[in-house]
């Protein structure tokens, strides 16, 4: 099993920054991708940002591109989610996830087996 804990979500203005944290622990095969995701109110998960632990491949989504950067810590097991210039339509909660590999579905939400709590990011 994997166990994924994410922190450092809040409110922010427009334009603001945010440090989403997520540490991880666990069987190291199932989280060599971890993928960030997010949900606004009564939609899919969309996928954020993702980054391969062992080759340090990331991969962001096209509305993100730019502001947010995903990296990692691995002494620690943590990956980070800076998110930079924020918009009101970022708000939603964030949730960090996991699986064995990521490529080409690394924002596919149904393919990571393990997730974390999730936290809430509100920009106003």
């Known amino acids: 099993d994997v166990q994924l804990v994410e922190s450092g979500g809040g409110s922010v203005q427009a334009g603001g920054s945010l440090r989403l944290s997520c540490e991880a622990s666990g069987k190291k095969t199932d989280r060599d991708c971890i993928g960030w995701f997010r949900q606004h109110s009564g939609l899919e998960r969309e996928g954020v940002a993702a980054?391969?632990?062992?080759?340090?491949?990331?991969y962001y989504s096209e509305s993100v591109k730019g502001r947010f950067t995903i990296s990692q810590d691995t002494a620690k097991n943590t990956v980070y989610l800076q998110m930079n210039s924020l918009k009101p339509e970022d708000t939603a909660m964030y949730y960090c996830?996991?699986?064995?590999?990521?490529?080409?579905?690394?924002?596919?939400?149904?393919?990571?087996?393990?997730w974390g709590q999730g936290t809430q990011v509100t920009v106003s």
């Open positions: 980054i391969s632990s062992g080759s340090s491949a990331t």
């Open positions: 996830a996991s699986k064995f590999a990521c490529g080409y579905n690394w924002n596919a939400w149904r393919s990571f087996g393990f």
